[in-house]
Structures are given as structure tokens and as C-alpha cells.
């Protein structure tokens, strides 16, 4: 078996599996069915040593011969240019954009991958994740066993966003949220509040649970008992923002802490003239689409368009040191988040 950072290639893959390096071209590019010359167990076999190799199929000559092709990778989890998904990922990929630009690079979106439980997996049989000199990660959620396949090859790649994953050795560009969130809920206990409310993403993502660490560092820093200042109840698509609401509104929060921004306009409009007045309302997030609803929301601005530029940045040098042959510095680097004032955070009711 190769060793983890060596260039698998196809004469590699052919050896393992005792069979021509035409046969594993034809399996590589899905033909093997179609000319009905290889059996079922060979093309298994072939396929099996790909899986255990981490391969990733490379048609471009010039990686071959260790030479870069100035095309930088994007693949995102989940699609990134639905309404919703886009309000997300335009920004981010303005930057990237941008940034590859600069360094006079092109983008290749990898879009062809195979859609499991709705999210993208990034190995699969024909995945030409190759043709780029590297990649950019971009996702809520990422697939940690994938994360760790990755690492085990010689690919560059930077994920967007902080990552636990494989042990903590993923490199990313991320958001500061733990430390944003800690500020707010600082200003909101400043101005006497000492009960809360908090509206989750059904996530189990990094950047959620950072603005949880923010919430709970803040109360227990001031004295407070979380499981006492803190409700907490979570919005999916079969529990509405108005089931939330009702949900937390018995422990009497004089604050809401909202995580989606769309959660945030749904429970202003719900509680309408009663923000501040009776209940403060904060989003840790924010649109990045210019929405005209009359309310300057109390929330959390993160760098999006430099998020994408830094990372773009840092894969550049982490692409430079593969090809001089050298170890990638690792890079985990977390961007300060904003806080906007806005008006919907007020004192407590009296």
C-alpha cells in the first residue's frame, strides 16, 4: 500500500489490484459496464483499492508531472446558489472570487458529486477533485470521516469555517462567534438582563455551538446559573418560530438570542411593538442581501467576503509548500466578528 502522502496514480492502483492500468482507466471513467469486457468481481476489486488508496481520479498531464494548472478548487456540502443557500455562500465566494483573481487563478466548482441525505460527498468513484491544484471547503457541516481521508492524502485544501474534526489537524479560516457572542450577551447582562432565551439552528455545526460557549461563558462569568438564565429550544421545519416562542415564552426571557436571521425576522414580526419594550431580540447572524423590513436588528456581522479572500490566501501557500516538497504550515485562523448595535436590544421591563 502507498504511503499516506504519496501520489497514488493509476499504475499504483493497477499493481494493487493485479490487473492492467487500461482496466483501471476504464473503471475510473464508468466504461467498464458498457464494453461488458470486465467482470464484475475485477471492476469490484479495482474499486475496492481506490476506496483504500483515497485515489482521487487526475486527467490533467501536468499534475502528473508535478506541475500546478493555476485552478483553485470549490466544493460545497450542501448547493450554494438557492435562495436561502445563497444568501450564505454570495458573499463568501464574492471573496474567493476576488482573492483567486489576485493570484491570477481560475475557480472550478465541483458540482457533479454524488447528493447523499441531501449533502454532497466529496469521494466518489470519478471524483476529479485533481484538475484543481487545491480546494476550498465551504459547508455548515462538513463530513468528518471525509475531512480525515483528505488530510491523509498530499491535496491542499482550506476549509471555511473552524473544524474539530480528525482530531483537531484540519486546516481552516473561520469566525471568532465564541468570542462575538460572549461581548453581546456581556452587553445584554450590562443593561440588567438575566434571563434568556435561545432560538437553535437544528445543527450540530462548530459555529453553533461556538455561540453557545459565548452564551454560557458570559452568564457563568457574570454568576449566573446557565440551567437558571438560560431556555433553550430549537426551530426545525416541523417546529415553527411561533412553536419556539411558545415553547421558552413561560420562563419569561427578557431577551431572545436568535440564530438563523430568517428565525430572527419571524419572531419580530411575532412579537411586533413588544420589542424592546417588553423583549429584547438579538440574531447572531445577519443577511448579506439588503432587506428592507424598517427594523436596524441588534446582531452579529461576520467577514464573510474576507473569510473567502483569507482562505483563497491560505491555500495559495499551502499549494506553493506541496509543490517545493515541503510539510504545509498548518493554519487554523479565526476573523473577528461585528457587532451591530441596532435597536431591537433595550433594558429589561421594569
Not at 256 to 269: K, S
Amino acid at each position: 500500500m502507498p504511503a499516506p502522502h504519496a501520489r497514488v496514480t493509476q499504475r499504483m492502483i493497477a499493481d494493487i489490484a493485479g490487473v492492467s492500468q487500461s482496466t483501471v482507466s476504464l473503471v475510473l471513467n464508468g466504461k467498464a459496464d458498457e464494453t461488458r469486457r470486465i467482470p464484475a468481481a475485477t471492476r469490484d476489486r479495482v474499486l475496492d483499492v481506490i476506496r483504500e488508496t483515497t485515489y482521487v481520479a487526475n486527467p490533467v498531464a501536468r499534475s502528473l508531472v508535478g506541475a500546478t494548472n493555476d485552478l483553485i478548487g470549490v466544493f460545497t456540502y450542501e448547493p450554494a446558489f438557492p435562495n436561502r443557500s445563497s444568501d450564505f455562500y454570495t458573499p463568501l465566494l464574492t471573496g474567493i472570487e476576488s482573492a483567486a483573481e489576485h493570484v491570477r487563478a481560475d475557480l472550478l466548482v465541483f458540482t457533479s458529486t454524488p447528493v447523499v441525505n441531501g449533502r454532497r460527498r466529496l469521494f466518489h468513484e470519478s471524483n476529479r477533485l485533481r484538475l484543481a491544484d487545491g480546494c476550498i471547503l465551504l459547508g455548515r457541516e462538513m463530513d468528518a470521516d471525509e475531512l480525515e481521508r483528505l488530510l491523509d492524502t498530499d491535496y491542499p485544501f482550506v476549509a471555511i469555517g473552524r473544524r474539530v474534526a480528525a482530531g483537531g489537524r484540519v486546516p481552516y479560516i473561520g469566525v471568532d462567534y465564541a468570542a462575538a457572542t460572549q461581548t453581546l450577551v456581556r452587553r445584554a447582562l450590562d443593561l440588567g438582563h438575566a434571563r434568556f432565551g435561545l432560538l437553535r439552528l437544528p445543527l450540530g455545526a462548530e459555529s453553533s455551538r461556538d455561540r453557545r460557549a459565548g452564551i454560557v461563558d458570559a452568564l457563568t462569568g457574570a454568576g449566573l446559573d446557565t440551567a437558571d438564565a438560560l431556555v433553550e429550544t430549537t426551530v426545525t421545519d416541523h417546529r415553527t418560530v411561533a412553536d419556539a416562542w411558545e415553547a421558552i415564552r413561560a420562563s419569561r426571557p427578557t431577551v431572545v438570542l436568535v440564530e438563523d436571521p430568517d428565525d430572527g425576522e419571524e419572531l419580530l414580526e411575532l412579537l411586533a411593538d413588544d420589542v424592546p419594550a417588553r423583549v429584547s431580540v438579538v440574531v447572531l447572524g445577519e443577511h448579506t442581501r439588503h432587506r428592507d423590513r424598517g427594523t436596524d436588528v441588534t446582531r452579529l456581522s461576520a467577514p464573510r467576503t474576507e473569510l473567502g479572500a483569507r482562505a483563497v490566501a491560505a491555500l495559495t501557500e499551502r499549494i506553493a509548500a506541496v509543490q517545493r516538497g515541503d510539510a504545509p504550515d498548518p493554519v487554523q485562523e479565526l476573523l473577528a466578528c461585528t457587532l451591530v448595535a441596532g435597536t431591537t436590544l433595550g433594558p429589561p421591563p421594569r
